[in-house]
């Protein structure tokens, strides 16, 4: 018997309430002035870009993608507010200048590129200097920048932005390695080094007339944990969808509320004797009599198969494990004993009655980062809110 007619499909519910609300709890950590970019990358972090950034435009004051596309399918749903483009570019430099997209410079060839564009103007750009994640832009402070020469580097690179023909010194940032970690608020933690050669490079733009109006440093973590990493801008993301960047931060913010909700359909019920072997290699085999629910969820929705016998959801009041290896569109629960479980009832395997986000990535070994943003093209975005 069914008893529901929604879909066949996987939904992540979103809830965009809550995302208002995580912002709301986010500016109430940074000073008043200070400007709240959301970092809306990987289709907001697997939320859906297309209903999150409108939702968000009211709140925020600017949003930062990854990638030229995303940055152009923010001004094609409409978006007005500033984009930043966290990576350096090397196509379509044109259509993002005439967008008015900002863009970021990690080294001269970056530049390069931006003067080579023949863009429409003059590009915005943020000059993006390591301070310690080791990932872009010019190693400043100990113990990247052995030689030292680094500060010069930068100051180079600076006044070349602002003086260039195609481009306009706009603002200067780095990027927190390790602000989540429990050590983060302690005097010479990596994130202290890195506030100090951040500061240091601002320092040395003002001392050259230099320093551009929009600073900015801090992730999530860097707004939660770390006050001091908050200059002109902060660039929060996983915090922006409810989410802990880590176990320490979760209990430094407890008033996050994660926005997703991951269920899928129940498609087939069946009573099992003990003894039954289930799934793929017939690695679960039911220790008792038990109800076994399959669903329409798989790794290829991006649900892990890692959680294999492992993995935890809620169907109804009833508590299940998922029942032998997950498949690639359905997975099996053992639902227990005694369950009442119909075709058409959603089990709850992410967030709402089901495990937390941060709980179904650990018990996956990853991490919600890669949970929330692995959600695949067929979960259909619901939005409530
Ligand atoms: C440059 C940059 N800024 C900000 C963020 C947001 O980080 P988080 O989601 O940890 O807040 C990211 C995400 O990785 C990023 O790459």
């Given at each position: 018997m069914s008893r529901s007619a929604s879909s066949d499909a996987p939904h992540a519910i979103v809830d965009l309430t809550a995302l208002a609300a995580n912002v709301a709890a986010l500016r109430a950590r940074i000073a008043p002035g200070t400007r709240l970019m959301a970092a809306v990358k990987a289709d907001a972090y697997g939320h859906g870009v297309a209903r999150v950034a409108p939702a968000l435009s009211a709140f925020v004051d600017a949003f930062g993608v990854a990638t030229a596309e995303e940055a152009l399918e923010l001004r094609a749903l409409g978006i007005a507010q500033d984009v930043l483009v966290f990576g350096p570019v090397r196509a379509r430099i044109a259509e993002l200048v005439a967008a008015d997209v900002a863009l970021t410079v990690a080294g001269p060839d970056d530049l390069d590129a931006i003067a080579r564009a023949a863009a429409p103007g003059r590009a915005r750009v943020h000059l993006k200097v390591d301070t310690g994640m080791g990932r872009l832009g010019t190693p400043v402070g100990a113990?990247?920048?052995?030689?030292?020469?680094?500060?010069?580097?930068?100051?180079?690179?600076?006044?070349?932005?602002?003086?260039?023909?195609?481009?306009?010194?706009?603002?200067?940032?780095?990027?927190?390695?390790?602000?989540?970690?429990?050590?983060?608020?302690?005097?010479?933690?990596?994130?202290?080094?890195?506030?100090?050669?951040?500061?240091?490079?601002?320092?040395?733009?003002?001392?050259?007339?230099?320093?551009?109006?929009?600073?900015?440093?801090?992730?999530?973590?860097?707004?939660?944990?770390?006050?001091?990493?908050?200059f002109d801008l902060v660039r929060p993301g996983i915090a922006v969808y409810g989410q802990p960047p880590s176990p320490h931060v979760a209990g430094l913010a407890p008033e996050l509320r994660p926005a997703l909700t991951l269920d899928a359909p129940v498609t087939f019920v069946k009573r099992l004797p003990a003894g039954a072997p289930i799934g793929y290699g017939g690695t679960w085999i039911a220790q008792r009599a038990t109800v076994l629910a399959t669903v329409r969820l798989g790794y290829a929705d991006g649900y892990p198969r890692s959680l294999s016998s492992r993995g935890l959801a809620s169907v109804g009041d009833h508590h299940a494990r998922v029942a032998g290896r997950v498949c690639m569109d359905q997975v099996m629960l053992d639902v227990g004993p005694d369950a009442d479980v119909a075709l058409g009832d959603r089990a709850v395997f992410v967030g709402g009655a089901g495990p937390s986000a941060v709980a179904v990535a650990e018990a996956a070994g990853s991490f919600v980062y890669e949970l929330l943003t692995g959600l695949g093209a067929r979960v259909a975005r619901r939005y409530v809110g």
């Open positions: 113990p990247s920048d052995a030689s030292g020469s680094g500060l010069r580097t930068v100051l180079e690179l600076a006044a070349a932005v602002d003086r260039g023909r195609a481009s306009l010194l706009e603002g200067v940032w780095s990027h927190l390695a390790s602000a989540d970690d429990p050590d983060a608020a302690v005097a010479d933690s990596s994130a202290d080094a890195q506030i100090a050669a951040f500061r240091e490079v601002l320092q040395a733009l003002d001392a050259s007339s230099l320093r551009p109006p929009m600073a900015h440093l801090a992730n999530s973590a860097g707004v939660i944990a770390r006050p001091d990493a908050q």
